[in-house]
């Protein structure tokens, strides 16, 4: 039984950092992915990445910003995230998908490609 859970969002000003977490239990080898939807928009992948944390993929807008992490003894994928922008308000989802990944680009970005869905945490970055 899969389980996603998120934490960590909250009101920033721009500049400054949070880390999301996401408590995964029973993801086994999934890949696990962060997304985001604002208000209006559809929801996009912010970042994943594989089960031995080796490889990774990050959205254009967030990279070199935004660093995901893997510590599967914990059951936890964190996203750390750094000089945030008004932009990047959104809520955050945690996803896991059964595809397996293992090289540079084989991530997949669709939403309906992953299966299991937590339930968001809000991230608001105001001046």
């Known amino acids: 039984q899969v389980h996603l859970v998120e934490s960590g969002g909250g009101l920033v000003q721009p500049g400054d950092s949070l880390r999301l977490t996401c408590a995964a239990s029973g993801v086994g080898h999934y890949v696990v992915g962060w997304f985001r939807q604002a208000p209006g928009k559809g929801r996009e992948i912010v970042s994943a990445i594989n089960y031995s944390g080796g490889t990774t993929y990050y959205a254009t807008s967030v990279k070199g910003r935004f660093t995901i992490s893997r510590d599967n003894a914990k059951n936890t994928v964190y996203l750390q995230m750094n000089s945030l922008k008004l932009e990047d308000t959104a809520v955050y989802y945690c996803?896991?998908?059964?595809?397996?990944?293992?090289?540079?680009?084989?991530?997949?970005?669709?939403?309906?490609?992953?299966?299991?869905w937590g339930q968001g945490t809000q991230v608001t970055v105001s001046s």
């Open positions: 996803a896991a998908a059964t595809y397996s990944c293992s090289g540079s680009g084989c991530f997949e970005d669709s939403p309906d490609e992953y299966d299991y």
